[in-house]
Structures are given as C-alpha cells and as structure tokens.
C-alpha cells in the first residue's frame, strides 16, 4: 500500500478515535465499507443531535422531530445503502440548528436564527468567538473525516471517488406539495445524474425532480467543496420524508437505489477527475 494511502488512514482513523469533542459528542460518525470500489456516501445531516451544554438551543424539545433540526429518514437510508453496497459513508453527528454543514463558512445560513417559524434563541446574539467555537468543534472535523475518507478512497482503488450526498425534503413546503418522490441535485457535472436520471425514470410509478425543490449549485457546500472543485464526479439525492420515515419504506427505497448507484460505479469515466467547473463561478472552470 503506498505510503499516502497509509497516511490516510491514519488522518481517518485519528479523526474516528478523537471525534468526541465535548461530553463524549462525536460532530460525524463513519461506517466502514469497501474502500477499493470507489464510492464514498455521505449525509450531512443525518443527526438532530446537540451536545448537552447547549441544550435545546432554546427551543421546545419536540421542534427536534422536525425537518428543521436534520432531514428526516436519512441516517436510516444511508446506513442501508452502505450495507448493502459494502460502501463506506460519513455522517453528521450535529443537528443543522447548531450550525449547518451544507453550507460554506461564508454563508448567512450557516447558524439559522430563525428556520421554518421557529426562532432559535441560543444562535442569538452569536458572538464571532462562539462561531469560530462551533466551526473548530462540529463543522470542521465532519468536513475533515470526508476529506480524509475521499482520500483513502483515490489512495485505495487508484481512481477519484464517486461521492452520494444523501438528503431529504418535505412533502409540503408552506402549504404546497411537493410532488416528486425523488429528486437529484447537481451542478455541471451530470456524469452520475443523467444516467441516474434515466433509470430511476424508467421505474414509471415515480415523479423525479431534475434539481427540485432545490437548486444543487451552492457555492461552497458539501458537494462544491469535496467534489466541484476537485472534479470528482458526484450526485445528491433527495428522497421525500415520508417515504423514508419507516423501516419499511427505508427498505424499499435502499432496494431501488443501490443497484443503481453500483451500476453508475462502475460507468467508464466516472473516476477520472474532470473538472466542469460551477454555475456559482464560472471563474472556476476548466477543459473536462
């Protein structure tokens, strides 16, 4: 093994020992797969977790089971795909009300002051000292453990990975239903998305979203940060909550997706690095 793959898993298996931050709160939790097949799968934010010294942030405990503090199914969702894709994966370890870690250190939305109607007190006022304190001990280490995880994957199957960023949304969004049981968000890249697209399509019961409800162009997000702006080829998927909030309906969602990721896997070109550049930046293009 060479010795950058060495150092690797070194960098992943300190981050893995010393996670726990404060109180025995990890900020990410890793699953271990086969690192030669070259996916990696990650949910940011699988975790509605807050460390006890903040609490509840100020907010009634129950505002916990909403789509607000982390998305709904997903750590379920991802920790089948992983299994039954042998496929190692990083998750969040933090609700996105502490602080967001699909958004760049730049954004406005980073540390919400107020999400869906809910005002959360303990992000109010927030002093630059406190930013910085939740950057060092939640953001940052999550961000480094897929980093580092994307490393062994090149170091290990000789290739770049293939990154799955799994998410979930509402099936209503301020009285309007969202119809789509499935949608995938990108930005220029479309080596996974176009075949990804065709297959779940041809399923013929589903309505897929083509970067709905969201846009998959954020400048500095997860995907921006890990795969953008390394040419690695990636997609993000966003199932409905209520498809995914049961055993069941993980199970069924688990069945239909993980043929297909592994078929994209294994696609001619999809490990080479190729750099399609951002609708965020044009700057930032260059030749695939």
């Known amino acids: 093994m060479a010795r950058n793959s060495l150092q690797s898993i070194?960098?992943?298996?300190?981050?893995?020992?010393?996670g726990t931050q404060m109180s025995g709160f990890s900020p990410f939790e890793t699953i271990g797969g086969d690192f030669s097949q070259g996916m990696l799968l990650i949910a940011d934010h699988a975790s509605r977790a807050v460390p006890q010294p903040y609490g509840t942030l100020g907010?009634?405990?129950?505002?916990?089971?909403?789509?607000?503090?982390?998305?709904?199914?997903?750590e379920m969702l991802t920790r089948a795909l992983a299994e039954k894709l042998k496929a190692p994966a990083v998750l969040g370890g933090f609700s996105r009300l502490l602080i967001d870690p699909n958004r760049?250190?730049?954004?406005?939305?980073?540390?919400?002051?107020?999400?869906?109607?809910?005002?959360?007190?303990?992000?109010y006022p927030m002093t630059l000292q406190e930013r910085e304190n939740r950057l060092n001990a939640f953001y940052r280490p999550y961000h480094q453990a897929v980093d580092a995880a994307c490393n062994i994957v090149s170091q290990t199957s000789g290739h770049a990975p293939f990154v799955v960023s799994v998410h979930s949304y509402t099936p209503v969004w301020k009285t309007t239903p969202r119809p789509w049981q499935v949608a995938l968000l990108w930005d220029k890249d479309d080596r996974a998305i176009t075949p990804l697209l065709s297959m779940l399509r041809k399923d013929g019961t589903l309505f897929v979203g083509d970067n709905?409800?969201?846009?998959?162009?954020?400048?500095?997000?997860?995907l921006f940060r890990h795969c953008t702006a390394k040419g690695y080829a990636n997609v993000l998927i966003e199932v409905r909550q209520d498809l995914i909030s049961?055993?069941?309906?993980v199970a069924e969602w688990a069945d239909r997706l993980a043929p297909m990721l592994k078929h994209i896997n294994a696609m001619a070109g999809l490990h080479d690095i190729r750099h399609y550049g951002s609708?965020?930046?044009p700057a930032i293009a260059l030749s695939a």
């Open 104 to 123: 760049g250190e730049d954004d406005p939305t980073l540390i919400m002051q107020l999400s869906d109607g809910a005002v959360i007190t303990g992000n």
């Open 10 to 18: 070194y960098i992943w298996n300190h981050l893995v020992n010393s």
């Open 279 to 281: 609708r965020t930046d």
């Open 246 to 249: 049961t055993p069941a309906g």
């Open 212 to 222: 709905e409800p969201y846009d998959g162009a954020l400048r500095n997000d997860t």
């Open 59 to 74: 907010l009634a405990p129950h505002i916990f089971e909403r789509h607000i503090a982390y998305d709904i199914g997903v």
